[in-house]
């Protein structure tokens, strides 16, 4: 019994000496906290905004690896928490993030200039060093395919794009929307008395873009460029301005094939006449609309804007700005690519130089073919980019498209009825942005309104839409 008791009493014993053992332990992690920005050694257009914990206690480090607290407290504000970290040594040579240790916890707050999507958010842990990786430039891309409920087959695609890169050596983010028809369509170009929202009604398939440049006298507006819409003159070229550059889709009198012309369009008014009556006798003009500058020509760089008599600070040359190109590729098919500054911002988005790089660049991600002819349209506040009568929202902005013109171009099919699929390399919402690409099987009805339900790669969360 003595001998039972003794065994008894130094089992109890050694559990309180580990009790009081872990007590007088302190497990609160000491190392370094390194906090700086850097560039991918493969390639020096990645940057990155780095953070490394390095401790000894890898129990621990590997503890909070698994376990990291990384939210948005707004749109562009990360707050990362570090629990029992109060030993840490920080180095931080960053302006834009600031470091809070206290009460046992390490709280690094990240300013960005732009969204970052949490899912391009890497973490790596190598040895007893956790490393986290915030990039600086990225490409979210996203593919809509639409398709015909008759035939089930594809007829047009999408890609909508949120690109934060360096243009000019200045860091910008744009949404790209990039589109292209696989079946024929016509084309309309519709005009407005105000520089407004577009209001139109066709009951199938269509898409809308901002056309070309406009002027106002007194309260009203006018198209102040060459153009032709089914056969008809709807406004002439400018004669004080030089010839400026053009497209036009012309098709046989069969309506079986079409050929696309990218040139520099007179500014005489006899000669636009006589070239669009001798154009007519050969094709019916669907559509033709000057704009400019026209960038290439038969795949050669011809952007002249001397020549086409731009300036230099007229019509957002200089200044980034919001683009709409029409692009013509080696297949003869028509991309229509609309690029929109992140939140609409000002002096935002891509200037007139930008542009070459800028399609190289799609060019390279497998966005576009070889790239024939390249022609500019109205820019700026007068981008639009709608789908039958939704606009189209930029990709993680929380705002709503201000955006409007005063003429636009209609790109209509036959088909009534149609579904799409996303057909996605990322998909990701923040919280509070919706986009117009949602299925409606995934709406919710609650107490009259209408929610649908995302992820934020945190959180599932509802968020109220329009319907």
């Known amino acids: 019994m003595y001998k039972n008791f003794k065994i008894q009493f130094s089992y ?65 504000e990360i707050i990362i928490n570090f629990k029992e970290t109060e030993k840490l040594t920080i180095l931080n040579s960053l302006e834009n993030v600031k470091v809070n240790n206290e009460d046992n916890i390490t709280k690094i707050y990240i300013n960005l200039n732009y969204p970052v999507p949490y899912k391009l958010i890497k973490k790596e842990l190598y040895n007893n060093l956790l490393t986290i990786k915030i990039p600086l430039n990225f490409k979210v891309i996203n593919k809509i ?36 028809f696989l079946v024929p369509y016509k084309v309309d170009f519709i005009n407005l008395d105000k520089k407004n929202k577009l209001e139109y009604k066709y009951d199938s398939f269509y898409i809308a873009i901002n056309g070309t440049y406009f002027a106002r006298k007194d309260d009203k507006y006018f198209t102040v460029a060459g153009v032709v819409d089914d056969n008809n003159i709807i406004s002439f070229p400018v004669e004080y301005r030089p010839n400026r550059g053009y497209f036009s889709i012309l098709k046989d009198k069969d309506n079986k094939s079409f050929i696309t012309i990218f040139d520099y369009l007179t500014n005489i008014r006899y000669e636009f006449i ?34 086409e008599a731009f300036g230099e600070k007229g019509n ?52 576009i073919t070889n790239i024939k002819d390249v022609l500019n349209l109205d820019g700026g506040s007068s981008v639009n980019f709608y789908i039958n009568s939704n606009l189209i929202n930029s990709v993680y902005s929380n705002k709503i498209n201000p955006y409007k013109s005063q003429n636009y171009l209609i790109f209509k099919t036959d088909i009534k009825d149609y579904y799409y699929k996303n057909s996605l390399t990322y998909y990701y919402y ?38």
């Open 274 to 307: 006589k070239l669009v009556n001798t154009t007519k006798k050969m094709y019916d003009i669907d559509i033709l609309l000057q704009s400019g500058p026209l960038i290439y020509k038969d795949y050669s760089y011809v952007m002249d804007l001397d020549k």
């Open 316 to 367: 957002n040359i200089i200044k980034e700005a919001a683009r709409t190109l029409i692009v013509n590729t080696q297949d003869n098919t028509l991309n229509i690519i609309s690029v929109i500054p992140y939140n609409y911002e000002r002096n935002k988005g891509l200037n007139i130089y930008d542009i070459p790089n800028f399609l190289s660049n799609l060019y390279s991600n497998n966005l």
């Open 12 to 76: 109890i014993f050694f559990i309180f000496y580990i009790v009081i053992i872990n007590y007088l332990i302190d497990y609160s992690i000491a190392g370094e906290l390194n906090i700086y920005q850097s560039q991918e050694y493969q390639n020096v257009n990645n940057e990155f905004i780095n953070i490394e914990l390095y401790s000894t206690n890898l129990d621990r480090i590997k503890q909070i690896f698994n376990n990291l607290d990384i939210t948005y407290k707004s749109f562009k």
């Open 145 to 180: 395919e639409f398709y015909d409920k008759k035939t089930n087959k594809i007829f047009a695609y999408l890609y909508n794009n949120y690109i934060v890169e360096k243009f000019n050596n200045k860091s910008n983010a744009i949404n790209v929307i990039i589109f292209n």
């Open 430 to 467: 923040f919280p509070g942005v919706v986009d117009y690409f949602y299925n409606e099987k995934e709406i919710i009805k609650k107490k009259g309104k209408y929610f649908i339900t995302f992820n934020n790669g945190i959180t599932t969360f509802d968020k109220f839409i329009d319907f």
